[in-house]
């Protein structure tokens, strides 16, 4: 699961030094599909319950699940990007948010805040703790800034599947949910908004936007839960 994970940290790395305005979301897919393939890793998303494409791209009030194709990235907006890699049988799975040349002081707060509440959460991801730890800590940082927290989407456990039990929302109580144990491997993804917590889904059944039109981001790591405290393994 390290190097499902490093992959997909490789590829998001390269995303960071090559996405820029002007060119589209589906531009973007290609090049990131060719990467994790000549790495040595199976796109994960490409295929799974019939995504067309290898990564998740996500402008503005697209919150998650965004189909790369014709959208034309530009200066100013913030774009998440997920990845999902298969090594194997392994899988791994994260996501960053990045900001496209200048971008205004509301949407790098957002992004830098979405980035602390994801932080949180790993900070509880330790045996003992329940799993509402992570999901309340996540919460806290978030509405702390007046931050809508979504809550139709969660993180999930991971390992031979990309979505496996439990369920890790991004809200709640820190007594929620099942114990945290060692060798645990959990998926933990805040999704946060400028404005409403509501999204809503498109018509094409995938992006799913926030219900206000406003911009939101997606950090997410997966992590392993050790002996020794949190370890992230989406790091490159
Ligand atoms: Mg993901
Ligand atoms: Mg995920």
Redesign the pocket.
């Known amino acids: 699961m390290r190097r499902a994970g490093n992959v997909v940290a490789k590829a998001l790395d390269m995303v960071g030094e090559n996405i820029h305005a002007g060119m589209t979301t589906a531009e973007l897919d290609t090049i990131i599909e060719d990467f994790l393939r000549s790495h040595g890793a199976v796109p994960a998303f490409k295929g799974y319950h019939g995504f067309p494409a290898s990564a998740c791209i996500s402008i503005d009030e697209e919150v998650v699940h965004g189909i790369p194709g014709k959208r034309v990235i530009k200066e100013g907006e913030i774009v998440s990007v ?1 990845l ?1 890699s298969i090594v194997d049988g392994f899988y791994g ?1 994260s ?1 960053r948010t990045f900001a496209i040349g200048e971008i205004d002081e509301s949407r790098r707060e957002l992004m830098e805040w979405t980035k602390k509440s994801l932080q949180a959460g790993i900070d509880k991801a330790r045996k003992g703790n329940k799993l509402g730890a992570i999901s309340s800590a996540v919460q806290q940082v978030a509405e702390s800034r007046g931050y809508g927290v979504v809550r139709d989407l969660v ?2 456990g ?1 390992g031979r599947n ?2 496996e039990e439990p369920q890790v929302p991004n809200f709640g109580s820190p007594d929620d949910g099942p114990v945290l144990a060692t060798g645990m491997v959990i ?1 933990i ?1 805040p999704m946060i908004t400028m404005g409403t917590y509501r999204v809503k889904t498109l018509p094409d059944g995938w992006t799913v936007v926030t219900a206000d039109g406003q911009p939101s981001a997606h950090f ?1 790591h997966t992590v392993a839960i050790t002996d020794n405290g949190p370890d992230v393994l989406t790091l490159a």
Do not use: Q, S, V, W
Request: charged share 35%.
């Open positions: 997920d999902g799975d996501a993180g999930h991971i990309l979505h998926a993804e997410e």
